[in-house]
């Protein structure tokens, strides 16, 4: 077993969505002004065969991901990565490096 660590991102993403711990709109305000440290991710998707964008939140400092639901509790899934961006940047204006890490394609194995 190698000595690399395996970051939390990489993890939830290999975890099924209802694996994953969920934050709504409300609760990522929350959330952002209570974690000063977190990351902000957006995963590209594909749903019958049509591009989406998942936001995802990181907490270091916890170790825990959270994926961002709709108020009824659905993975909220963007159309486009600039709404996406204009949404982090409304919920979110605090983020700590004014920073998005896209991935796309499929997940390291």
């Not at 694996?19 to 000063?36: E, H």
């Not at 940047?89 to 998005?100: D, L, S, V």
Request: hydrophobic share 35%; glycine share 4%; aromatic share 10%.
């Amino acid at each position: 077993m190698s000595g690399a660590t395996v970051s939390p991102l990489f993890l939830a993403l290999s975890y099924s969505e209802d694996m994953m711990q969920s934050l709504d709109k409300k609760d990522l305000v929350v959330f952002t002004n209570a974690q000063p440290d977190y990351r902000v991710h957006l995963q590209e998707r594909y749903l019958d065969n049509v591009r989406k964008w998942e936001l995802i939140i990181e907490s270091p400092s916890t170790g825990q991901v959270f994926s961002v639901v709709t108020a009824l509790g659905k993975t909220r899934l963007f159309k486009n990565a600039d709404t996406a961006i204009d949404f982090i940047k409304e919920t979110c204006p605090n983020n700590p490096h004014k920073a998005i890490t896209i991935t796309y394609g499929d997940s390291p194995s």
